[in-house]
């Protein structure tokens, strides 16, 4: 079965370091982008950027640029999401994506962080 | 980046009635890259439409995009109860990669 697996929910304090993860399967992790996407509470879809796992060419949106970071290891099919120090802006929903040809056509769960002093 | 504005940004119908849903770009999408998702509450987006009107497997041909450069519409013949739910477009063919705000489909 084709399936994204995200990490669990995470309630972290603001200036934390977090790192999420989203662990694919049933497909060749190596042949396809995946990305990631912010949903802010009651809000809307909002794109952050995208990995290619074979060669970890990664690009972002210039507003997720510098405040995150993408990266894949490709010999356990996973992608992660970190920051180096969470502000409470950052709490949201985060969907990885596989894509392809860029549109996301296969979505995890998502992971919920909550970022709260 | 391209921004999409997606209208209007709440369409309430029936059951049974036909929906419009409108994307524009700022500039025209790249080789018409662009992708249509459905998000009910509390549940991860599903992709409907990519290509601006290839339909995406197991969705329903009551669904169908059309479109090209800068105008974009999804339209759903007839809205069956589980239709009821957020629209968004997005846009594949040049990096950044963005999304409309959405549109919410809801009941009469």
């Known amino acids: 079965e084709v399936q994204l697996v995200q990490s669990g929910a995470e309630v972290k304090r603001p200036g934390e370091s977090l790192k999420i993860s989203c662990k694919a399967s049933?497909?060749?992790?190596?042949?396809?982008?995946i990305g990631w996407v912010r949903q802010m509470p009651g809000k809307g879809l909002e794109w952050m950027g995208i990995i290619y796992p074979d060669d970890s060419e990664t690009r972002y949106s210039p507003s997720f640029q510098g405040q995150v970071t993408i990266s894949a290891d490709k010999s356990i099919s996973t992608a992660y999401l970190q920051w180096s120090s969470l502000k409470a802006s950052d709490t949201a929903i985060y969907y990885c994506a596989k894509t392809s040809n860029w549109y996301f056509d296969l979505w995890g769960r998502g992971t919920l962080v909550t970022v709260s002093s | 980046e391209i921004v999409l504005t997606q209208s209007p940004g709440t369409l309430s119908l029936s059951p049974g009635e036909r929906a419009t849903l409108s994307c524009r770009a700022s500039q025209s999408v790249s080789s018409n890259y662009l992708a249509w998702y459905q998000q009910k509450p509390g549940q991860a987006p599903r992709l409907l439409i990519y290509g601006a009107s290839s339909r995406a497997t197991g969705i329903p041909d009551r669904f169908s995009g059309s479109g090209s450069g800068t105008d974009f519409t999804l339209t759903i013949s007839r809205l069956g109860p589980e239709d009821f739910a957020v629209y968004y477009c997005q846009q594949y063919g040049t990096s950044p990669c963005t999304f409309g705000q959405g549109t919410k489909v809801e009941i009469k």
């Open positions: 049933g497909y060749k992790f190596t042949n396809y982008w």
